[in-house]
């Protein structure tokens, strides 16, 4: 970093995996804040690196960052590891994330540049967060993912579903405990936020909501490149992280219960699966009609000439970028209720939000049948975008928990906004 911002103040800056590049849902979200850190503070970056393709990506991060230190993470020896909680009585996500030289690394690098602030990039992060030094201490949740292991077990036999539950109950019990010991937690909705005040109520003047952005000049429809999609019907897509449950568990769902059924009405509709790392479950979908690229080198021209853009998910918490980057790029974008809790968009005009599979059906059919409406519904999206939908202006609340001499004023904004998402979601 260049020795103009020797006089700015260091910040700790602790995340479950690398922040870069930003190109799926948890990193763009990681990255923005990495970005906004950098433009006050000297960033000393502590994270993982979960896939080989990533470590490509660490020297990278020296933009942005003083220090970095990225912890190798195999995913099947971090999950036999994280069985260590069975017998330690704490949840799996806890041992998942441990890592001896990490600890280490954070109270050396606290004790040698006399670092007071950290922030925290979801709840197993927190765990680093006991380092004597730190004054400030700020816990960025996204979304409650207690509550999403326990949505998990509804849907699982035992002892899956046991297993689900019982991760459900104590990563709660950790969450709480790190929300108390923490200045600040933030939440990525109100939904979300209310959601964790009622099972943490203790936290509630300690509870805030920082949402979600989009890059609005890097998605846009001037970006949309040459469609990479061969002559035939219209394109219907979903993209995504293609091994994470609840984008396998939508996209399944879709092709093998929605989409025949829009086919009786759109008989040549295609439906392609844009995203990395595609699970078996989603190889398998692969046929007629229905196209699962993989990995590709640029998202965009495959939302930008898709004819609508779908996101199904029956298991989800908080915004979902992908919804934010297809309406930024100026496409239709059809919804379920439970993607688009939190967003911020007039249905029927600047999307479409649908429950089950009869209203998602016919919603996606009204608009491959309708290019008007499409036209109408893409321009005004875009628009939404641009209206409340800035990283910058979102990332603010950061800026002011991390603002020096700011700490009274801190306390007394959160137990505004606290009671102010409180009386609106909760009712009290």
Not at 133 to 157: E, N
Not at 193 to 200: G, K, N, Q, T, V
Not at 247 to 261: G, K, R, S
Not at 333 to 359: N, T
Request: net charge negative.
């Amino acid at each position: 970093m260049a020795d103009s911002r020797a006089s700015l103040p260091p910040v700790l800056y602790l995340v479950h995996r690398i922040p870069y590049p930003p190109n799926k849902g948890d990193k763009v979200r990681s990255f923005n804040i990495l970005r906004q850190l950098a433009r006050s503070h000297r960033v000393f970056l502590g994270t993982f690196v979960d896939h080989p393709d990533d470590r490509q990506h660490v020297a990278r991060l020296a933009e942005w960052c003083e220090d970095v230190c990225a912890v190798e993470l195999d995913p099947r020896l971090g999950r036999i590891k994280s069985l260590r909680g069975l017998l330690t009585g704490e949840a799996l996500s806890l041992p998942y994330y441990r890592s001896a030289r990490l600890a280490q690394w954070a109270r050396a690098t606290v004790a040698q540049h006399g670092i007071t602030q950290a922030v925290a990039f979801s709840g197993p992060m927190a765990q680093y967060l006991d380092v004597p030094g730190l004054q400030r201490r700020i816990v960025d949740f996204c979304d409650v993912d207690s509550a999403k292991w326990t949505q998990y077990a509804a849907d699982r036999s035992w002892p899956m579903s046991w297993l689900y539950r019982r991760e459900g109950e104590h990563l709660l019990a950790f969450e709480r405990k790190a929300a108390m010991d923490s200045d600040a937690s933030l939440f990525v909705t109100e939904a979300e936020a209310a959601l964790f005040i009622r099972s943490a109520p203790e936290a509630r003047e300690r509870t805030q909501v920082m949402q979600n952005g989009v890059d609005a000049d890097f998605f846009s429809p001037a970006n949309c490149g040459e469609s990479p999609y061969p002559a035939g019907g219209p394109v219907i897509v979903f993209s995504g992280a293609m091994d994470y449950w609840p984008n396998i568990d939508a996209v399944t769902w879709f092709a093998t219960e929605l989409l025949p059924q829009i086919r009786r009405d759109v008989p040549d509709a295609r439906f392609w699966i844009v995203g990395m790392n595609p699970a078996p479950a989603v190889q398998a979908l692969a046929g007629e009609g229905i196209t699962v690229t993989g990995t590709v080198p640029d998202v965009r021209p495959y939302i930008a000439h898709a004819d609508v853009v779908v996101a199904p998910l029956r298991i989800a918490r908080g915004i979902q970028n992908k919804v934010l980057e297809a309406m930024a790029m100026a496409r239709p974008v059809v919804v379920s209720a439970e993607a688009a809790a939190g967003l911020d968009a007039d249905p029927g005009c600047e999307c479409e939000i649908a429950r089950g599979v009869e209203e998602l059906v016919r919603v996606v059919v009204e608009l491959l049948c309708d290019l008007r409406r499409r036209d109408a519904m893409s321009v005004a999206a875009r628009e939404r975008v641009m209206r409340a939908y800035s990283w910058a202006a979102h990332l603010n609340v950061l800026d002011r928990l991390l603002a020096p001499g700011e700490r009274n004023s801190n306390v007394e904004m959160q137990g505004e906004l606290a009671h102010g998402v409180t009386s609106r979601e909760v009712g009290t």
